[in-house]
């Protein structure tokens, strides 16, 4: 059973927008969230992570959310670059797993001119 | 020079043949981890090592061997694999085996078992 889904395979935003891309959990256990980007032919990066003491974390243009209720994490990227196309990958972990990352299918992002 | 690097990147072999993937980090980090991605399917962890002792087989297949000589090198030997076996093989490693350390990953090697 997979806890962790990225419920939209695709995502196609105009340069200059908010690309918003979405992550639910089930496991009310996990306590950090990671999103990674992943370039064809390439490993996955990280980009930004959260804890869940916190609701909201930014780096640069990315920012991320989490909506411990709802359990849902959110990545929001502004303005929206043609680099950034890519495959996004959210990811949680609890601490008593240590280092078990649980990571969801994945979003691709295309970000178009 | 690349973080982790992950050698060889594609490998093609048959049922009955006996490989070797290999990864290097030069992170300077200590734990390391095998995770395997299959088509459509998420990224699935396989092996953790930590200061090169195993700490986590998620249930792996015994076809799958690892190997962590030290905390710098990290090998997964392979042996009479399936053809579901075909994947994206990646290798990753972090400060150590602990919360709030994100992974680094390598770029992959892809398998394609006949």
């Known amino acids: 059973d997979q806890q962790v889904k990225q419920n939209s395979p695709s995502l196609s935003v105009q340069e200059g927008r908010i690309s918003i891309l979405n992550c639910d959990y089930t496991n009310s256990m996990f306590d950090y969230f990671l999103w990674y980007k992943k370039y064809p032919a390439e490993g996955p990066t990280f980009l930004i992570s959260?804890?869940?003491?916190?609701d909201k974390n930014e780096d640069g243009r990315f920012t991320v959310f989490l909506n411990k209720s709802a359990k849902h994490l959110s990545l929001h990227i502004v303005p929206s670059q043609p680099g950034d196309s890519a495959v996004y990958f959210c990811?949680?972990?609890?601490?008593?797993?240590?280092?078990?990352?649980?990571f969801g299918r994945g979003t691709q992002l295309t970000v178009w001119p | 020079e690349t973080g982790v690097t992950q050698t060889p990147r594609h490998l093609v072999m048959g049922m009955t043949n006996k490989k070797s993937l290999k990864c290097e980090q030069h992170l300077g980090h200590n734990a390391m981890y095998w995770y395997k991605q299959s088509a459509k399917k998420p990224l699935e962890l396989m092996f953790v090592y930590n200061f090169k002792e195993q700490t986590e087989n998620n249930s792996v297949p015994s076809r799958f061997s690892p190997e962590c000589p030290n905390s710098s090198h990290l090998f997964l030997h392979l042996h009479t694999l399936q053809p579901e076996d075909s994947a994206l093989y990646l290798c990753?490693?972090?400060?150590?085996?602990?919360?709030?350390?994100?992974?680094?990953f390598g770029d992959g090697t892809r398998l394609s078992i006949l």
């Open positions: 990753a490693s972090s400060q150590e085996w602990q919360i709030h350390q994100p992974q680094h």
């Open positions: 959260i804890s869940s003491i916190k």
């Open positions: 990811a949680a972990t609890r601490g008593s797993t240590l280092g078990r990352l649980y």
